[in-house]
């Protein structure tokens, strides 16, 4: 049961308010306006607030004070410039007006509050955001297992109620869009960068060419990788650099499925103005805030990550690393197999803090077949589980502090009750 706070137009009050008590829900006030909201929020003490996308009814003031007090705001939009207006403000639950009480119920009964990544200046406008959180997503060649960590840590950080977008950016040609069941006739990533090259890349246009993969209280954006490898070219280092900086203002984290190689292409030609294959796999890691180097659980896949994670540390410095072994099974390692990764991983690299995946092909045959994330094909499966925990240990800020309430003044609210605030 949640405590429910309404500051809607009353029509959709009057439709949604059955609906609510029906699901056991306390309705705590209603029919308010924005500014008597945020003066009595101590006083009603609400779990969650539903109120109007537009600018007359939500401000950054009522997120702020909202986000202080640990309250979710979840808001009905009637129009595409209401849904923009709460996107800006940093709001990650964004509905509709004309939804049923059925799609807003799992929201309003689980999860935590998501803090709104906005602050307001003086023209009531979002200002002095932080950039988004850049984890790129790297491995060796042999398939270890890159897209599938990049595909979930995505999806578990998007169902966590955060703005994700997910960038295919292998210049040796992604697969992040078959793997969701995404076109891929016109590459998302490269289009960002020729755009972003031209001077031309905003919001606007990323919104246009993302695609975005579907699913309940997890979605994401996607912008698909190359068509074909030998379009490398349109991923040079500075347009892949400036497309970056506009997507890391747009959402709240960014993951990247980088290439797997680090080798320098200039050692290869005498032509020092040539555009490099590799250039784009450097410039995402040189970025990143965060990068996850998967390597496969086996004696070729163990040598080949150890190998590239010296390469690697050059590039970005160990404290950035987080190293993850994937697929740990006894028939390839023997009795123990964790046990083996861990010491070999200690012994070799002088890694102590190292993550393990599980082999779980039934997981991962379920959702390359249905083209979804494991969250959506399977929910309960070891693999998804570790995912989980992984992404959410390693990159969620801490939980905020929910102060005490006050003693509450107000009984439960009946359908078609109204409650005066003072």
Not at 13 to 41: K, Q, T, W
Not at 90 to 104: K, M
Not at 145 to 159: M, Q
Not at 281 to 300: H, K, R
Request: proline share 6%; glycine share 8%; with cysteine.
């Amino acid at each position: 049961m949640s405590r429910l706070a309404f500051a809607l137009d009353p029509s959709v009050e009057d439709r949604l308010l059955p609906d609510a008590v029906e699901h056991g829900h306390l309705v705590v006030a209603r029919a308010l306006a924005s500014d008597a909201l945020m003066r009595n929020l101590d006083e009603i003490a609400p779990d969650v607030v539903l109120v109007g996308a537009g600018r007359t009814a939500l401000g950054p003031a009522l997120i702020e004070s909202c986000d202080v007090r640990g309250i979710r705001i979840v808001a009905l939009a009637a129009s595409d410039a209401d849904r923009a207006h709460a996107r800006n403000l940093g709001l990650h639950e964004v509905f509709d007006v004309a939804a049923g009480w059925l799609e807003l119920e799992p929201v309003v009964s689980g999860g935590v509050p998501v803090p709104a990544r906005a602050s307001a200046d003086s023209a009531g406008e979002p200002a002095g955001r932080a950039p988004a959180t850049m984890i790129a997503v790297w491995g060796p060649a042999g398939a270890p297992g890159r897209t599938t960590v990049a595909v979930n840590v995505a999806a578990e950080l998007a169902a966590a109620g955060h703005r994700v977008a997910l960038v295919d950016a292998d210049p040796y040609g992604g697969v992040v869009a078959p793997s969701l069941g995404l076109l891929d006739e016109a590459p998302g990533f490269a289009s960002a960068c020729r755009l972003a090259g031209a001077g031309s890349l905003d919001r606007a246009e990323l919104e246009r060419i993302a695609q975005r993969y579907s699913s309940s209280r997890a979605s994401f954006e996607v912008l698909t990788g190359l068509v074909g490898p030998s379009r490398w070219p349109e991923l040079s280092r500075d347009r892949v650099t400036t497309a970056l900086g506009v997507i890391r203002d747009w959402v709240d984290y960014v993951v990247v499925d980088t290439g797997f190689s680090l080798e320098h292409d200039e050692e290869l030609t005498s032509d020092q103005f040539a555009p490099r294959r590799n250039a784009a796999t450097f410039a995402v890691l040189g970025l990143a805030d965060e990068v996850i180097a998967v390597g496969l659980a086996d004696p070729v896949g163990l040598s080949r990550l150890l190998r590239g994670h010296v390469e690697l540390l050059d590039l970005v410095g160990d404290a950035r690393v987080r190293v993850v072994v994937n697929r740990v099974r006894t028939s390839a390692l023997g009795i123990d197999a964790y046990g083996q990764v861990r010491q070999t991983m200690r012994r070799f690299a002088g890694l102590s803090d190292v993550v393990t995946l599980p082999h779980d092909g039934r997981a991962v045959d379920a959702a390359i077949l249905t083209a979804r994330t494991l969250r959506d094909a399977a929910p309960k499966s070891p693999l998804r589980t570790a995912l989980r925990d992984f992404a959410l240990d390693g990159f969620l800020p801490p939980e905020p502090a929910r102060p005490a309430r006050r003693a509450r003044r107000f009984g439960p609210v009946r359908a078609g009750a109204a409650v005066a605030v003072p």
